[in-house]
T-cell receptor, first 113, second 113 residues
Framework: GQQLNQSPQSMFIQEGEDVSMNCTSS?????WLWYKQEPGEGPVLLIA?????ELTSNGRLTAQFGITRKDSFLNISASIPSDVGIYFC?????????????FGKGTHLIIQP | GAVVSQHPSRVICKSGTSVKIECRSL??????MFWYRQFPKKSLMLMAT?????????EQGVEKDKFLINHASLTLSTLTVTSAHPEDSSFYIC?????????FGSGTRLTVV
């Protein structure tokens, strides 16, 4: 089946630093999504990417959908304590919402004061 | 925005018993509901896709007789873990789509003792 290779697995950074994580796949995805999950909660959508090459921002977050539709990165600028959590990339093979999502293994972000 | 209400948030049951998890879409109709399972420090794995009024479609390796899914109405989908065993202990999350977005429930932490 499809797999999303997400890296890094974890990040230990200082408050104020920028963060970068990425996902790659051997499959082409119609839509690429980035989620954040807090302990004991469901994932919350951060950014959705629909077009190849698309670069989208949401506050301090920026994500881009690769030209080949096989990869994406998420950047967080000037990290703050509330950014702590697990970040997942997720891909949707086909449009229309008929398919479930394929998730990456997550990046655990830890911020040291 | 779209909200999916998932209950219970936590449940502890004895080995051999069955547990039902409910997901309700609030203020919108959920034609399709996705069910995911997440083991500790792992990613979300799609278990099955349910469509209102028809049989659920299960992912490879997921036992349909163990994880019973009912999607009898456009606002309610249920997952029943039958004859639960300790290895079924996990975090179960439902998700549905509205428009171009996926909305997740808050998850159910199942512990089988």
């Amino acid at each position: 089946g499809q797999q999303l290779n997400q890296s890094p697995q974890s990040m230990f950074i200082q408050e104020g630093e920028d963060v970068s994580m990425n996902c790659t796949s051997s499959s082409i995805f119609n839509t690429w999504l980035w989620y954040k999950q807090e302990p004991g909660e469901g994932p919350v959508l951060l950014i959705a990417l629909y077009k190849a090459g698309e670069l989208t921002s949401n506050g301090r977050l920026t994500a881009q959908f690769g030209i080949t539709r096989k990869d994406s990165f998420l950047n967080i600028s000037a990290s703050i304590p509330s950014d702590v959590g697990i970040y997942f990339c997720a891909g949707q093979l086909r449009g229309g919402g008929a398919d479930g999502l394929t998730f990456g293994k997550g990046t655990h972000l830890i911020i040291q004061p | 925005g779209a909200v999916v209400s998932q209950h219970p948030s936590r449940v502890i049951c004895k080995s051999g018993t069955s547990v039902k998890i409910e997901c309700r879409s609030l203020d919108f109709q959920a034609t399709t509901m996705f069910w995911y399972r997440q083991f500790p420090k792992k990613s979300l794995m799609l278990m099955a896709t349910s469509n209102e009024g028809s049989k659920a479609t299960y992912e490879q390796g997921v036992e349909k007789d163990k994880f019973l899914i009912n999607h009898a109405s456009l606002t309610l989908s249920t997952l029943t873990v039958t004859s639960a065993h300790p290895e079924d202990s996990s975090f179960y999350i439902c998700s549905t789509t509205q428009g171009s977005g996926y909305t997740f429930g808050s998850g159910t932490r199942l512990t089988v003792v």
